[in-house]
């Protein structure tokens, strides 16, 4: 138990991660305003108006905050789950190629490897669509030189890399290197790649409805302000560091959903994509180092 201890307080007090730097400012914002409030009152000027914490009952903001940063939690698992069945499908699929798949010729084998590089240019690919970044030379070396140069041209890459796997599985099947069952088999698995591609869109291109970001800042922004008004008269002087750590509390539930809502990008609290796919790289890179023959137990 007291190792964990210094954990614990070094995660408490940690800045690198946490919502601090984008809400520092209106906290010292919100604290200087209750600061303002507490002298007014010290002048004997009529600032205090407890009944003012009626405006806005604490409930209703409560209520607010946990439905956004739910909503929010909700789009980042759902991308983290996404991710999860794409690194599995991706695996299922690699070790079925690489099984299944007969060679005839000796070039089939050299084509079962670039088919298998195609399955992580599809994370790959996938990875750079959502952070709206163009083809870079991670994609250019899982790609064959003749279709990279029309693959930088492409309005949405993983779906053409997902045809290419297609149309190498079709191929092979033509080739009798497939029977039907095999085929079908592959087929469903690359469809759940390109399921969980559309399921990532759709957290991306499907934000938080504008109205109810705008009402939920203006609410918090009127309940920082009117709260001085309501404990000035019990606090004092200390008015103004009661209303920073409250404002700091409310603001930090919010900002944390902003945070989240979009878990695909660089920010410590996204999802670590590069890793991700760095681990499907290496997948594919023990699996070719493995014969494809069938060994008797």
């Not at 279709?147 to 796997?165: G, R, S, T």
């Not at 029977?179 to 759709?202: F, K, W």
Request: glycine fraction near 6%.
């Amino acid at each position: 138990m007291a190792e964990e201890k210094p954990q614990w307080f070094q995660i408490a007090l940690q800045i690198k991660g946490s919502v601090i730097g984008a809400i520092y400012k209106q906290v010292l914002l919100c604290g200087a305003f209750g600061i303002l409030i507490s002298i007014l009152y010290h002048f004997h000027i009529p600032v205090s108006q407890p009944i003012l914490g009626s405006v806005i009952p604490s409930i209703v903001l409560g209520l607010l905050l946990v439905l956004r940063t739910n909503t929010a939690y909700e789009r980042f698992w759902e991308g983290r789950k996404c991710w999860g069945i794409m690194v599995n499908t991706i695996r299922n699929l690699a070790r079925q190629i690489w099984v299944s798949i007969e060679e005839k010729e000796p070039e089939d084998k050299d084509n079962k490897i670039t088919a298998l590089n195609l399955l992580v240019a599809f994370g790959v690919a996938t990875k750079l669509h959502l952070r709206s970044e163009p083809i870079n030379t991670e994609l250019e070396a899982l790609i064959p030189d003749l279709d990279y140069n029309q693959f930088k041209i492409m309005n949405n890459p993983p779906l053409e890399v997902a045809f290419w796997i297609g149309d190498y599985l079709q191929h092979q099947y033509n080739r009798s290197c497939l029977n039907s069952y095999q085929l079908v088999s592959m087929q469903r698995l690359l469809n759940i790649l390109v399921d969980n591609l559309g399921s990532c869109e759709r957290i991306l291109r499907t934000p938080m409805p504008l109205a109810y970001a705008i009402h939920l800042k203006q609410l918090l922004l009127l309940y920082c302000l009117l709260l001085p008004f309501q404990i000035v008269e019990e606090l004092g002087w200390w008015t103004g560091l009661i209303s920073a750590l409250v404002s700091f509390t409310l603001l930090g539930i919010e900002a944390i959903g902003l945070e989240i809502e979009n878990p695909f990008g660089y920010d410590e609290n996204d999802l670590p994509l590069d890793t991700i796919c760095t681990t499907m790289k290496r997948n594919i890179d023990d699996l070719t180092s493995l014969s494809p023959t069938v060994h008797k137990l």
